[in-house]
Nanobody, 120 residues
Framework: QVQLVESGGGLVQPGGSLRLSCAAS????????MGWYRQAPGKQRELVALITSGGRTNYADSAKGRFTISRDIAKNTVSLQMNSLKPEDTAVYYCNAAITNSRGTGNTYWGQGTQVTVSS
């Protein structure tokens, strides 16, 4: 069984920063891409940032220049540093990972989500 557990959400004022972390655990053979998505009330879930096993990154236009995704392959973790936060960044943020388990089966896994609220 594979699990993704997020941490680091919370309430922050506009212009502030937050760092989200996600740890994958369980019967993991390998992890390919990892990423962060978010879903605001009444809106569809959208991509925020992705990082491949080789370290290549991809960001939503709304995240470019403000957010930085990184991963620690040895620890099976991915992080999202969010700076210059805006009220429109308010959403539930979900960790996502493409994982091959110890039996050789590949699947996409999601974390439970962590709330980020940007408000004065």
């Amino acid at each position: 069984q594979v699990q993704l557990v997020e941490s680091g959400g919370g309430l922050v004022q506009p212009g502030g920063s937050l760092r989200l972390s996600c740890a994958a655990s369980g019967s993991i053979f390998s992890i390919n891409g990892m990423g962060w998505y978010r879903q605001a009330p009444g809106k569809q879930r959208e991509l925020v940032a992705l990082i491949t096993s080789g370290g290549r990154t991809n960001y939503a236009d709304s995240a470019k220049g403000r957010f930085t995704i990184s991963r620690d392959i040895a620890k099976n973790t991915v992080s999202l540093q969010m700076n210059s936060l805006k009220p429109e960044d308010t959403a539930v943020y979900y960790c996502n990972a493409a994982i091959t388990n110890s039996r050789g089966t590949g699947n996409t896994y999601w974390g439970q989500g962590t709330q980020v609220t940007v408000s004065s």
